[in-house]
């Protein structure tokens, strides 16, 4: 997932070396949304994923059975 993300990010990247304007826009776009979901997938959801974990294995403990 972190190499297919790179390679695309640069991939797209190439698009901002273009004349026309429109090009050089979609690369800039698309690679700047990559990353930041390559961000986001590498830090914000897995503190994400455990932060909800705890707190419902927190919830269960405490429920009197």
Known sequence: MI?????FVF?????MIS???GTQA????ISLTLF???F??????PCLLLSIDKRYSV???KQPY
């Open 3 to 7: 190499y297919t993300s790179v390679v």
């Open 59 to 61: 919830a269960e403990m």
């Open 11 to 15: 991939g797209f990247g190439i698009f």
């Open 40 to 45: 986001f997938n590498m830090l914000v959801l």
């Open 36 to 38: 930041v979901a390559l």
């Open 26 to 29: 979609l690369g800039m776009l």
């Open 19 to 21: 004349d026309f304007g």
